[in-house]
T-cell receptor, first 116, second 113 residues
Framework: QKEVEQNSGPLSVPEGAIASLNCTYSDRGSQSFFWYRQYSGKSPELIMFIYSNGDKEDGRFTAQLNKASQYVSLLIRDSQPSDSATYLCAVGGVARNAGNNRKLIWGLGTSLAVNP | DAGITQSPRHKVTETGTPVTLRCHQTENHRYMYWYRQDPGHGLRLIHYSYGVKDTDKGEVSDGYSVSRSKTEDFLLTLESATSSQTSVYFC????????????FGPGTRLLVL
């Protein structure tokens, strides 16, 4: 069973702190990993993706991937109230260019609240 | 949401009526997806398309059908709407090639009475 698991939260952090969001996945063949942010009443929007083990940084966001342990995390530095949202982890790429079968497996999301 | 529109954005309908939702893209992406999102269930794939007239079922396809006659349009039809199909429906697109990133439309809120 392919699964992606996230803590539902809510995760509450003070403004300016580091928020750490975690995601584990079950399929060892997974090759691509995505973090999306979803504000209440809005559609998911891509924050970043990561394919290789290690860290990938983009502004205040850092994605960390550890394939051996089957987890991917998202760190948000200097958290702002505007970061309050639900963060969705998605996993794909068991067969990255497998023609017809390009689907992502989604976690249920972690709710983040950044308190002023 | 750039390049992806969904219509209608809101709809109220009655049980037993057919409903069609439209997703339109201007990105010329090969892959298109229909999801529904419900509290406690997250995003669930209904159907997806990997080209014109090429579609396949997702995990919650019962009661839904799709059609894709042009690259830019992907239609989702609820053949006979039920209250359990009250949900928020999202369309997503993805280009061919190595990147599997999906980009989402603004969503359609459907209420079936």
């Amino acid at each position: 069973q392919k699964e992606v698991e996230q803590n539902s939260g809510p995760l509450s952090v003070p403004e300016g702190a580091i928020a750490s969001l975690n995601c584990t996945y079950s399929d060892r063949g997974s090759q691509s990993f995505f973090w999306y942010r979803q504000y209440s009443g809005k559609s998911p929007e891509l924050i970043m993706f990561i394919y290789s083990n290690g860290d990938k940084e983009d502004g205040r966001f850092t994605a960390q991937l550890n394939k051996a342990s089957q987890y991917v995390s998202l760190l948000i530095r200097d958290s702002q109230p505007s970061d309050s949202a639900t963060y969705l982890c998605a996993v794909g790429g068991v067969a990255r260019n497998a023609g017809n079968n390009r689907k992502l497996i989604w976690g249920l999301g972690t709710s983040l609240a950044v308190n002023p | 949401d750039a390049g992806i529109t969904q219509s209608p954005r809101h709809k109220v309908t009655e049980t037993g009526t057919p409903v069609t939702l439209r997703c339109h893209q201007t990105e010329n992406h090969r892959y298109m997806y229909w999801y529904r999102q419900d509290p406690g269930h997250g995003l669930r794939l209904i159907h997806y398309s990997y080209g014109v007239k090429d579609t396949d079922k997702g995990e919650v396809s019962d009661g839904y059908s799709v059609s894709r006659s042009k690259t830019e349009d992907f239609l989702l039809t609820l053949e006979s709407a039920t209250s359990s199909q009250t949900s928020v429906y999202f369309c997503a697109i993805s280009e061919s090639g190595g990147k599997e990133t999906q980009y989402f439309g603004p969503g359609t809120r459907l209420l079936v009475l």
